[in-house]
């Protein structure tokens, strides 16, 4: 049973395109994460948030604590956006998702 | 400011030897975590520490897997003997405050590979 689901599990798409990433989660939470992984790399942080939407340059995130789901929104995709996202949340312990990989082709 | 330092970045080594990971977390991060990643797959804890505390150690298997951060700071996971399926991405992460108020940060990761 896994507490943090992602879809989708991998995304393609044209440089140019808005990209959504969706993560539903069944644990009672304090905070979401979004977080970035290029290959070989360590993991970023993009955001924690537990309520609302937050934005940082073409990337937006949003949660609704009501209905457990949260997404990853990211306008005008490039191809430097290609990585993994991972959705993470935090209760009585962490939890984190299996990760979405994007490629976004030029 | 520094972020979270792991070394060595990459390790190989042969089944039945020991292997030993690093952690410097950033300055004044009172949690640290030990996570290990496999291939497509998300962080799995292996250790959490809240100052020198270990603070949840549930899922680190005791019988080959150590860890120790002795003045609250700097951390060391330790594997002894390893094998084959230890092989997997360890990573260490630190946050400011409790497990519910920090965001987390991320070290590079340090790459076993067991031969």
């Known amino acids: 049973k896994n507490e943090v689901e992602q879809s989708p599990q991998n995304l393609t798409a044209q440089e140019g395109e808005f990209i959504t990433i969706n993560c539903s989660y069944s644990?009672?939470?304090?905070?979401l994460h979004w977080l970035q992984q290029h290959p070989g790399g360590g993991i970023v942080s993009l955001f924690m948030l537990s309520s609302g939407k937050k934005k940082h340059g073409r990337l937006i995130a949003t949660i609704n604590i009501q209905e457990k789901h949260s997404s990853l929104h990211i306008t005008a995709s490039h191809p430097r956006d290609s990585a993994v996202y991972i959705c993470a949340v935090s209760g009585n312990q962490f939890y984190f998702g299996t990760g979405t990989s994007l490629t976004v082709i030029p | 400011e520094a972020g979270v330092v792991q070394s060595p970045r990459y390790k190989i080594i042969e089944k039945k030897q020991p292997v030993a990971f690093w952690c410097n977390p950033i300055s004044g991060h009172n949690t640290l975590y030990w996570y290990l990643q496999n291939l497509g797959q998300g962080p799995e804890l292996l250790i959490r520490y809240e100052n020198e505390e270990a603070v949840d150690d549930s899922q680190l298997p005791k019988d080959r897997f150590s860890a120790e951060r002795l003045k609250g700071v700097d951390s060391t996971l330790k594997i002894q003997p390893a094998e084959l399926g230890d092989s997997a991405v360890y990573l260490c992460?630190?946050?400011?405050?409790?497990?519910?108020?920090?965001?987390?940060?991320f070290g590079e990761g340090s790459r076993l590979t067991v031969l």
């Open positions: 992460a630190s946050s400011f405050g409790g497990l519910n108020t920090g965001e987390l940060f």
């Open positions: 644990v009672g939470i304090s905070a």
